[in-house]
Structures are given as C-alpha cells and as structure tokens.
C-alpha cells in the first residue's frame, strides 16, 4: 500500500541557509501535518493542512513558511537555519472523516551545522 | 505545558512477561488516545486507539485502558516479545481530524 512520501532522508545545511522539505500524502488523504521532533524530544506539531488551506498552527518559527498544492503534496520552507532547527521533520496525513487515522511518513533528518 | 506526560523514560521487560506503558494528561478536551511505536530515523507506526466514550480497547497482543477520571491511560503488551522493543508514544488530540499532541516517549526493551 502506499505511504507518505517524505523527500529528502536527510539534509545537511549550513546556518542561515534555506531548506525545503516534501512531503507526498496517501491518495485520497485531505490533510496534511507537520511536526518536528529534535533530539530527545517528543513530536511537536508546526502546522497542518487541510484542502490545501492551512487548518491549524502550532510552535512553528516565522522562519518556517508551509502550503499544500493542488495536488495535494506539501511544502514546508524554512529560512535562516539555526543550528537548534536540527531535528527529524515529520509529516502525516489523513482523511479527516476517519478521525485520527494519521499516517506517517518516514521523516527527514535536517542537520544544520 | 506538557499536556500529555509519559513519566517513565524507559521500561525493561523479560520476553513472554507483560509490559505496561503508563500515559497521563491534563486537557480534559481530549476525545481521542493513541499509540505510537517508533524506531530510530522512522516515523512513528500507529498501533492502537481509544475513544473518550470507551474505556478499553483490545487488539491482539496490545490493549489500551483509559481511566478518564484519573486523566490516565496504559498500553497493555502481553506477551511483550524482543520485536516489541522500540520507543512508545503516547498522543491525543481534540476536534476530530486535529492534530495530536505527544508525550515524551518511554523505550521498551524487550530481552529474550
């Protein structure tokens, strides 16, 4: 069955550089979420999407921008790394209607040095 | 403001015996629990669910208790098996399709 696609497995960047993380939802999936889990920590929800318009934000930095397309793939954009946005970056994805049926992908590991 | 606390950072359990995973919270807006495996450098694999109207729900080898006066709920393993070993989440969420919130994670570790 296919999964949520998360490109790239990892990411290297130096501070202060830009980074942009893909994010593939389940077919037929209308919502889309992201959460970043760093070091030792519990995932923390940033921000999701639903119908391709943002539904809901959470500690997400004004460095991070997000949106979903049209084809329903999603985007999460992050200006002037620091070193602490070293993290795993998760996204999921649902259909709302079946209530909590999250999916997750496999996540990307952004190191920023 | 942890909302969902998982106090024990770690469990060890002898294979075939059972291992109980222990979740607290503190927004009674929750309507919806669940659990979590993870392995290092993978997402985290759904394993069982609970609504705020049960208060047990039973899947093969995994059951999730859920004591809504206390604001405590527990992942039941037997028999806890070495492949059981992994990090387990603890999450919930309100408004159905919301996003969840997670706890600190607790590793199981298994032994043969």
């Known amino acids: 069955a296919a999964g949520v696609i998360q490109s790239p497995r990892h990411l290297i960047k130096e501070k202060r550089e830009t980074a942009t993380l893909k994010c593939y939802p389940i077919p037929r999936h209308d919502t889309v979420y992201w959460y970043q889990q760093g070091p030792g920590q519990d995932p923390q929800f940033l921000i999701s999407?639903?119908?391709?318009?943002?539904?809901d934000k959470g500690s997400i930095p004004d460095r991070f921008s997000a949106q979903q397309f049209s084809d329903y793939h999603s985007e999460l954009n992050m200006s002037s790394l620091e070193l602490g946005d070293s993290a795993l970056y998760f996204c999921?994805?649902?259909?709302?209607?079946?209530?909590?049926?999250?999916?997750f992908g496999s996540g990307t590991r952004l190191t920023v040095v | 403001d942890q909302q969902v606390k998982q106090n024990s950072p770690s469990l060890s359990v002898q294979e075939g015996r059972i291992s109980i995973l222990n979740c607290d919270y503190t927004?009674?807006?929750?309507?919806?629990f669940l659990w979590y495996k993870k392995y290092p450098a993978e997402g985290p694999t759904f394993l069982i669910s609970i609504s705020s109207i049960k208060d047990k729900n039973e899947d093969g080898r995994f059951t999730v208790f859920l004591n809504k006066s206390a604001k405590h709920l527990s992942l039941h393993i037997v028999p806890s098996q070495p492949g059981d070993s992994a990090v387990y989440f603890c999450a919930a969420g309100y408004n159905q399709g919301g996003k969840l919130i997670f706890g600190q994670g607790t590793e199981l570790s298994v032994k043969p």
């Open positions: 999407f639903y119908e391709k318009m943002q539904s």
């Open positions: 927004n009674s807006m929750f309507d919806y």
């Open positions: 999921a994805s649902s259909r709302r209607q079946d209530n909590y049926g999250y999916t």
